[in-house]
């Protein structure tokens, strides 16, 4: 299960919450975070891309998305144990973040190309496990914005890269998402706004699959 949604929308709250949702009636549940920074050298090179240590390499939408991918790529076997051992995986952003991203970086939408590309690269080449379902967190642009904001005032380590810095690119991407959601891109797409609540009515739908 995959929780996507923009910069600031507040996805690892909802997995907090969501988790516990999922625990109270026995499940077990793994999480992981996409890109795992500190745990993979192609996150480390996104990141340092992100934060203009590596030349011109985060001009390249393709490229970004080759590193984004090639992450997922290595964690793809520890994905597969998880999935045998647990009732549930949690997953912060996954291929659909790629997809979006990268589509809204070319002013693409859901249906364009890139989107295609990604899949072809990601499920058809890598051979990522594709998820069972996925949760978008829909919050407006401005929201989203600024929690990013208080969050990089509050946590130094976590200050705001030049994805989360470009406000067009973030609207654009929340439209790709919203369509990607619309055609069930890869797998169900349960659509959840900015209030959270009901999780445990949305926890028993997705348990029993």
């Known amino acids: 299960m995959v929780i996507e949604g923009l910069d600031g929308a507040g ?6 919450r969501l988790v516990a949702a999922l625990t109270a009636p026995g499940a077990k549940v793994a999480k992981m975070a996409f890109p795992r920074y500190d745990t993979d050298v192609h ?10 240590r590596l ?5 390249s939408v393709h490229g970004m998305a080759v590193l984004f991918a090639l992450d997922r790529r290595d ?19 996954y291929v659909a973040s790629n997809a979006a991203y990268g589509a809204a970086r070319l002013s693409e939408d859901a249906g ?6 990604v899949r072809e690269l990601e499920v058809d080449r890598f051979g990522v496990p594709v998820p069972d379902a996925q949760l978008l967190l829909r919050v407006p642009v401005n929201v989203a914005s600024a929690r990013a904001d208080c969050r990089a005032a509050a946590d130094s380590a976590r200050q705001k890269d ?17 369509g990607l959601a619309a055609s069930g891109w890869l797998a169900p797409w349960y659509v959840i706004d900015a ?4 999780l445990g009515d949305l926890a028993r739908r997705l348990l029993r699959g």
């Open 112 to 117: 364009g190309p890139f989107v295609e590309w």
């Open 55 to 59: 030349g011109d390499l985060a001009e």
């Open 162 to 178: 030049r994805y989360e810095n470009d406000h067009g690119l973030q609207a654009r991407c929340a439209a790709v998402y919203d």
């Open 75 to 93: 964690a793809a076997a520890e994905l597969r144990s998880l999935r045998r051992r647990y009732d549930v995986v949690l997953l912060d952003r």
């Open 11 to 16: 996805k690892r709250t909802l997995a907090d």
């Open 43 to 52: 996150a480390d090179l996104v990141r340092d891309a992100l934060y203009g």
């Open 195 to 198: 209030d959270t609540g009901g």
